[in-house]
């Protein structure tokens, strides 16, 4: 059976988990404790010779890096989310590439920062913090404007590069990051966080950080 390594902060993660859920796939969720630096032992290490998550282990084949494990799973299982055309997969994949490397950049400083900085007792980073919310400034109007044209990020159709935003917007309520000035990005988001796909995963991303402080 699919194993689907990782844990329930980790947005990467949980998009792994979104696919899996969209496409039906049964899987053994197996938790990292990466506070007890399990992503440190050998073990793991020879899953992800970095230590991160997610990884995924299909019968032996091993594959990490988020993005690579999505459109390996939706290629595998023949799912409408990765498209085959090589002309519809080029504008999914260049939405992939913008919701990690623009927005999901950008996310990651301000959700660090004001979330797992003062977790951990670390400092602050200001200037990361500064410039994260400045390229949110600048990117998140990009996607509200593709969502003023299209139901999803590429079209009328719900593809992986719609899974790969909602994940990486996850965080956004608590680390105070305010979506709601974005009226078509807040519709998309409202919409799709109601499918089974993700409340299977959770009903909201601070579920797992209310648990987390219990």
């Known amino acids: 059976m699919l194993q689907i390594y990782g844990t329930d902060l980790s947005s990467p993660a949980n998009k792994v988990r ?10 053994d969720y197996i938790k990292v404790n990466l506070r007890a630096g ?17 990884v995924i282990n299909d019968d032996g084949f091993i ?14 299982n023949n799912s409408p989310l990765y498209p085959k055309d090589i002309k519809e997969q080029a504008i999914v994949d260049q939405w ?7 927005v999901g950049l950008a996310m990651s400083k ?9 977790m951990r007792n670390v400092s602050i980073d200001e200037q990361s913090l500064k410039d994260g919310l400045a390229f949110l400034d600048r990117f998140l109007p990009v996607v509200d404007n593709q969502l003023g044209k299209n139901k999803f990020i590429t079209g009328n159709k719900l593809t992986l590069a719609d899974i790969n935003l909602l ?10 990051i305010d979506l709601t000035k974005y009226k078509n990005i807040t519709q998309w988001r409202n919409s799709l966080r109601k ?3 993700y409340t299977k995963c ?11 402080k219990k």
């Open 96 to 102: 992939i590439d913008f919701g990690s490397h623009h």
């Open 202 to 212: 959770h009903q909201e991303y601070g579920d797992a950080l209310a648990a987390l």
């Open 63 to 76: 594959v990490f890096e988020s993005n690579a494990i999505i459109k390996y799973l939706a290629l595998k």
């Open 195 to 197: 499918e089974s796909f």
């Open 167 to 176: 994940a990486v917007f996850d965080p956004a309520e608590v680390s105070n």
């Open 18 to 27: 979104f696919v899996a859920n969209f496409i039906g796939l049964k899987y």
């Open 38 to 54: 399990e992503q440190q032992k050998p073990e793991f290490l020879r899953l992800h010779p970095a230590g991160k998550v997610p």
């Open 110 to 118: 301000v959700v660090y920062n004001r979330l797992f900085a003062p």
